[in-house]
């Protein structure tokens, strides 16, 4: 049975017995966190067992999911669910199969972090950059990415989960105080983080920027204890990721309708 976050059924005891170090519970719990009150913007959803325990997890921004399962989660019934849900996006992980017509499927890897603290130099030039300067960033490096909003609700978006302490935004700038790299957390929860959007402008790659800013947002994390998490492309920034501390320990998919 799937029942929606409303009314009298609040599904954060739910949300609050699945382990809060999942990178999949992360993102769901920290976008509860920012937009539980803002139907019809987002909503949420448990799925509950006939024992009545919550074995499947989901949610919804726009049109985009995100879904996290258990081992005792009915899949045929998440799958008819997603079918008539309009979803036009469905982020999950890669070791589950659901029977789903889609047009694109993107796999890549989670990646956690592992090492010890970071050991940084200090940089006066690490600021709390304008979004537009962000997102003008992640154009130039993303161009090709369906999945990036338009410039407003980016920025409306990322400034509101701000508010909330459920996502945060860094950058370093040159002489000039251009934006020359940024990173930040894409979710964010008391005890868990999705770095994101790691990105640097073309002249300025290859100088270290990019490993600095991560090994940055890295930092801060790790000094509130927080599980450290990052996805990547499959194919793609192994060796940079690994270099600023990172493993492998997952899969991720996103399915495209």
Same mark, same amino acid.
């Given at each position: 049975?799937?029942?929606?976050?409303?009314?009298?059924? *609040?599904?954060?005891?739910?949300?609050?017995?699945f382990?809060?170090?999942?990178?999949? &519970?992360?993102?769901?719990?920290s976008? /509860?966190?920012?937009? @539980?009150?803002?139907?019809?913007?987002?909503?949420?959803?448990?799925?509950?067992?006939?024992?009545?325990?919550?074995?499947?997890a989901l949610? @919804?921004?726009?049109?985009?999911f &995100?879904?996290?399962l258990?081992?005792?989660?009915?899949?045929?019934?998440?799958?008819?669910?997603?079918?008539v849900?309009?979803?036009?996006? %469905?982020?999950?992980?890669? !070791?589950?199969?659901? *029977? %789903?017509?889609?047009?694109?499927?993107?796999?890549?890897?989670?990646?956690?972090?592992?090492?010890? !603290?970071p050991?940084?130099?200090?940089? +006066?030039? &690490?600021?709390?950059? !304008?979004?537009? *300067?962000?997102?003008? %960033? %992640?154009?130039?490096?993303?161009?090709?990415?369906?999945?990036?909003?338009?410039?407003?609700? /980016?920025?409306?978006?990322?400034?509101?989960?701000?508010? @909330?302490?459920?996502?945060?935004?860094?950058?370093?700038?040159d002489? +000039?105080?251009?934006? &020359?790299?940024?990173?930040?957390?894409?979710?964010?929860?008391?005890?868990c983080?999705?770095?994101g959007?790691?990105?640097?402008?073309?002249?300025?790659r290859?100088?270290?920027?990019?490993?600095?800013?991560?090994?940055?947002?890295?930092?801060?994390? /790790?000094?509130? !204890?927080?599980?450290?998490y990052?996805?990547?492309?499959?194919?793609?920034?192994?060796? /940079?990721?690994?270099?600023a501390?990172?493993i492998?320990?997952?899969?991720?998919?996103?399915?495209?309708?």
């Amino acid at each position: 049975m799937i029942k929606i976050h409303e009314g009298d059924f *609040d599904i954060k005891n739910y949300l609050d017995k699945f382990p809060g170090d999942d990178p999949f &519970v992360c993102r769901i719990a920290s976008l /509860f966190n920012a937009y @539980r009150e803002l139907i019809p913007f987002a909503d949420f959803w448990v799925q509950l067992d006939k024992n009545k325990e919550a074995v499947a997890a989901l949610s @919804r921004l726009g049109t985009q999911f &995100v879904l996290y399962l258990t081992d005792k989660a009915d899949l045929e019934e998440i799958a008819s669910f997603i079918r008539v849900a309009g979803a036009t996006s %469905l982020l999950m992980d890669g !070791k589950y199969s659901l *029977d %789903l017509e889609c047009k694109k499927e993107t796999t890549g890897k989670i990646m956690r972090y592992i090492f010890p !603290k970071p050991q940084l130099a200090e940089n +006066d030039r &690490v600021i709390s950059p !304008k979004l537009k *300067d962000v997102y003008n %960033l %992640l154009a130039e490096n993303f161009s090709n990415n369906s999945n990036l909003p338009d410039c407003e609700s /980016f920025c409306l978006d990322i400034s509101f989960k701000q508010r @909330r302490n459920t996502s945060r935004v860094c950058g370093i700038e040159d002489n +000039d105080g251009n934006l &020359v790299s940024c990173a930040m957390t894409v979710a964010e929860t008391e005890n868990c983080a999705i770095i994101g959007a790691v990105a640097t402008g073309k002249k300025y790659r290859n100088k270290g920027f990019g490993t600095y800013m991560t090994k940055y947002i890295t930092s801060q994390l /790790f000094r509130e !204890k927080k599980k450290i998490y990052l996805y990547r492309e499959e194919n793609k920034n192994e060796k /940079f990721y690994n270099t600023a501390g990172y493993i492998n320990c997952g899969t991720w998919k996103e399915i495209y309708f």
